[in-house]
Each structure stands twice: as structure tokens, then as C-alpha cells.
């Protein structure tokens, strides 16, 4: 089954500073990549996704690159604010699986004010 | 459009008990997803129902756990004779799939915390 790594697991930034998170996947045959925002004891929020015939996203502050060769895409938070503290989750589903998600372990961003 | 639904939000039973949790989707949405997490850890597939069937529940236990999505009604994860080990967040999450969409959404969980 699908394996999906995600490093690193704490990040610590200055307000106003870039952060990135990074998620590897094993199925090649997944085509669909979200990422949530976790904050504490609420429901998990989809910030952006992206899928397997794009390589670049971007909303606002947000991005996610894709590299479908190598397996991994990456999340990107620029002029980072203190309410973007929260715990970041990567994910890969594919089609002929019922787009059953596989999360990564998180990332618990802090940001510095 | 009222988000997906979950109730309870917080539920506590003794060893030995049932619980019982309640997922109600978007509206519109026909496919519903049922995810475990673990304290401080991400989120696990446990099992993808559509209205009246179960697609795959591969991530299911095998005893104690049961799940339904019948015709009317919220869909439903059943836990008998819970265990310690059972106590966690219980998320579900529904996409309008059957619309070529795959995005899931996610209900506020059901906290489960077994005495």
C-alpha cells in the first residue's frame, strides 16, 4: 500500500519567514495530493491540494510543488503569521483506491511572533 | 451548506461498553470516509462506505468494528466492548465523488475516551 513520509516533524520560524514542509509518497500510481491544517482539537482543514497533471499551485501564501519523478511535493508558507501555528498534514490518494487517503505523520509549525 | 456533521463531539464509556458514532455528510455528498487518530499522531484510513454499501474497510479492525451508511439516515461506527486502546479522535469526512471530485471534508470528530 501506499507509504507517505513527511519531514520534519517540528518547525520553529520568525514571523515573516518562509516555512516548508516536505512529504515523500511510494505509489506512483497516486494522483492526488491535499494538505491540511490541523489546530488544536479541531477538524482537520484543506488549505490546498494539488493533482498528478500539475507540478505548481499557488494560493496567496500558500504553494505546493510537485515532483512526480522523484515522488515528493512540498508545501510553502511565505510572510508566515502567528495564526498559521497549527500542525500540517500531507496526503496521497489515487482513483482505483476509492481516493482513501494515506496521511503523513505532520509537521507541528511554530511560528514566532 | 451545513458542513459534515458529527455527534457527540466527546464520549465516554467504560471498558466493556459500545459506542457509537454518528457521521452526517455534506449535502450532496454520497461517499463517506471514517479516519482514526491517535494522540499526537496523524490520521489512519479505517474504512470508505457509500450509501448502503461498504467500498473498503481494509483499515478496519477486524473484531469489534462494524460501520454502515444506510439508505436514510447519518452513517454510523460501531465499537463494541471498547477498549483502552480505543480511545482517540474519530474523524469522518465526505467528497462528492460520484462528481469526479475526490476533495474530502472533514466532520469536528467524535473524542472517545474509554475509562
Known amino acids: 500500500g501506499e507509504n507517505v513520509e513527511q519531514h520534519p516533524s517540528t518547525l520553529s520560524v520568525q514571523e515573516g519567514d518562509s516555512a516548508v514542509i516536505k512529504c515523500t509518497y511510494s505509489?506512483?500510481?497516486?494522483?492526488?495530493f491535499p494538505w491540511y491544517k490541523q489546530e488544536l482539537g479541531k477538524r482537520p482543514q484543506l488549505i490546498i491540494d494539488?493533482?498528478?497533471?500539475?507540478g505548481e499551485k499557488k494560493d496567496q501564501r500558500i504553494a505546493v510543488t510537485l515532483n512526480k519523478t522523484a515522488k515528493h511535493f512540498s508545501l510553502h508558507i511565505t510572510e508566515t503569521q502567528p495564526e498559521d501555528s497549527a500542525v500540517y498534514f500531507c496526503?496521497?490518494?489515487?482513483?482505483?483506491?476509492?481516493?482513501?487517503?494515506?496521511f503523513g505523520t505532520g509537521t507541528r509549525l511554530a511560528v514566532r511572533p | 451548506n451545513a458542513g459534515v456533521m458529527q455527534n457527540p463531539r466527546h464520549l465516554v464509556r467504560r471498558r466493556g461498553q459500545e459506542a457509537r458514532l454518528r457521521c452526517s455528510p455534506m449535502?450532496?455528498?454520497?461517499?463517506v470516509y471514517w479516519y482514526r487518530q491517535l494522540p499526537e499522531e496523524g490520521l489512519k484510513f479505517m474504512v470508505y462506505?457509500?450509501?448502503?454499501?461498504?467500498?473498503?474497510e481494509s483499515g478496519m479492525p477486524k473484531e469489534r468494528f462494524s460501520a454502515e451508511f444506510p439508505k436514510e439516515g447519518p452513517s454510523i461506527l460501531r465499537i463494541q466492548q471498547v477498549v483502552r486502546g480505543d480511545s482517540a479522535a474519530y474523524f469522518c469526512?465526505?467528497?462528492?465523488?460520484?462528481?469526479?471530485?475526490?476533495?474530502?471534508?472533514f466532520g469536528p470528530g467524535t473524542r472517545l475516551l474509554v475509562l
Open positions: 469526512a465526505s467528497s462528492p465523488r460520484d462528481k469526479g471530485l475526490e476533495t474530502q471534508y
Open positions: 505509489d506512483s500510481a497516486s494522483n492526488y
Open positions: 494539488i493533482r498528478s497533471n500539475v
Open positions: 496526503a496521497a490518494s489515487k482513483k482505483s483506491s476509492g481516493d482513501k487517503l494515506t
Open positions: 449535502k450532496g455528498h454520497s461517499h
Open positions: 462506505l457509500q450509501k448502503e454499501n461498504i467500498i473498503d
